[in-house]
């Protein structure tokens, strides 16, 4: 089973109608990086259980009823009276998203710790469940106790660099997880964040040495670029037309995590044993999903039908 730990929001999506310049109707469209990925994974077919906490209140209700009909397992979903965070979504030419969050007092910050089932084999974090406190210290816990028991972690920064009060700690942070990641993924954007003034590529090689058994940049139209201790291996985009890039990179991990559970393949040493021609099969796996996530609006992950077609 794999257990994916962060938030759950509501993302507040502009109409398409609306006039540029103006005002319009927002629509209500459950999401948050964590919550995409365990969506994405039970559609995908794979084990799959979601580790935060929700609202009691009906954006919490309508999220734990998706995550059954995605066929996620709850049994890790904590309830509290808290209120849903919320993420109010601005679109840019050709459907990139920006976020302005609105976090005090929400549900996601206060998760709290518990046991992971023994058959747990991967442990997915990532986003504002990292950020934010003490949420953030609970899964940074598990994060280092899951690893040592020897559970595969994979790691999404996510970075939303508006709720990040003290970068150089964040950073210094980040850093500390890498010994005990097994799978980085990160945009380019992510990247030179976390790296500032860097190539990306070059970092993601530095990161490498520091744990992880692959780092995968996500970049855009470009496609996908799996770093490893061989080189780099580059699959391109799919061509779609785009409706919005919401959930787009969260597809991304949960369709790479897919492909390495049907490949037995939820290890360090198994995913540094890849050969390139593997590598361009998971990631063109990868690409196809996210190409399905893009082309309608909201993250709305492909079923595994979808892609097996």
């Given at each position: 089973?794999?257990?994916?730990?962060?938030?759950?929001?509501?993302?507040?999506?502009?109409?398409?109608?609306?006039?540029?310049?103006?005002?319009?109707?927002?629509?209500?469209?459950?999401?948050?990086?964590?919550?995409?990925?365990?969506?994405?994974?039970?559609?995908?077919?794979?084990?799959?259980?979601?580790?935060?906490?929700?609202?009691?209140?009906?954006?919490?209700?309508?999220?734990?009823?998706?995550?059954?009909?995605?066929?996620v397992d709850t049994s890790l979903v904590q309830r509290g009276p808290e209120p849903t965070t919320l993420a109010v979504v601005g679109l840019e030419a050709g459907g990139s998203a920006r976020y302005s969050f609105h976090t005090e007092g929400t549900a996601a910050r206060f998760v709290a710790d518990q046991p992971l089932p023994a058959e747990t084999t991967a442990l997915c974090l990532g986003t504002l469940g990292m950020v934010l406190e003490p949420g953030a210290s609970t899964?940074?816990?598990?994060?280092?106790?899951?690893?040592?028991?020897?559970?595969?972690?994979?790691?999404?920064?996510?970075?939303?660099?508006?709720?990040?009060?003290?970068?150089?700690?964040?950073?210094?942070?980040?850093?500390?997880?890498?010994?005990?990641?097994?799978?980085?993924?990160?945009?380019?954007?992510?990247?030179?964040?976390?790296?500032?003034?860097?190539?990306?590529?070059?970092?993601?090689?530095?990161?490498?040495?520091?744990?992880?058994?692959?780092?995968?940049?996500?970049?855009?139209?470009?496609?996908?670029?799996?770093?490893?201790?061989?080189?780099?291996?580059?699959?391109?985009?799919?061509?779609?037309?785009?409706?919005?890039?919401?959930?787009?990179?969260?597809?991304?991990?949960?369709?790479?995590?897919?492909?390495?559970?049907?490949?037995?393949?939820?290890?360090?040493?198994?995913?540094?044993?890849?050969?390139?021609?593997?590598?361009?099969?998971?990631?063109?796996?990868?690409?196809?999903?996210?190409?399905?996530?893009?082309?309608?609006?909201?993250?709305?992950?492909?079923?595994?039908?979808?892609?097996?077609?």
């Amino acid at each position: 089973m794999i257990v994916i730990g962060g938030e759950a929001l509501v993302d507040l999506v502009p109409d398409p109608s609306t006039p540029d310049g103006e005002l319009g109707p927002l629509h209500p469209l459950l999401g948050g990086g964590p919550y995409n990925v365990a969506i994405a994974l039970g559609r995908l077919g794979v084990p799959a259980a979601f580790y935060a906490k929700l609202s009691t209140d009906q954006f919490g209700d309508r999220m734990l009823q998706r995550l059954a009909e995605s066929e996620v397992d709850t049994s890790l979903v904590q309830r509290g009276p808290e209120p849903t965070t919320l993420a109010v979504v601005g679109l840019e030419a050709g459907g990139s998203a920006r976020y302005s969050f609105h976090t005090e007092g929400t549900a996601a910050r206060f998760v709290a710790d518990q046991p992971l089932p023994a058959e747990t084999t991967a442990l997915c974090l990532g986003t504002l469940g990292m950020v934010l406190e003490p949420g953030a210290s609970t899964y940074e816990k598990a994060l280092f106790r899951e690893s040592e028991r020897g559970v595969f972690v994979a790691l999404d920064p996510n970075i939303r660099a508006d709720l990040i009060a003290d970068p150089d700690a964040y950073r210094a942070r980040f850093e500390s997880w890498l010994p005990s990641v097994g799978l980085l993924k990160v945009s380019d954007d992510d990247a030179e964040w976390l790296a500032p003034g860097r190539d990306v590529v070059e970092a993601a090689r530095e990161w490498l040495s520091r744990g992880p058994a692959a780092v995968v940049l996500t970049r855009g139209a470009d496609g996908l670029t799996a770093v490893t201790a061989d080189g780099e291996i580059t699959v391109p985009g799919r061509e779609v037309e785009v409706a919005d890039t919401i959930g787009a990179g969260d597809t991304v991990q949960a369709a790479l995590l897919a492909w390495l559970h049907r490949h037995d393949a939820l290890s360090p040493e198994a995913v540094r044993a890849l050969d390139a021609s593997r590598w361009e099969q998971a990631l063109a796996f990868a690409a196809s999903a996210a190409a399905v996530t893009v082309s309608r609006p909201g993250a709305e992950p492909p079923w595994s039908a979808e892609l097996d077609g």
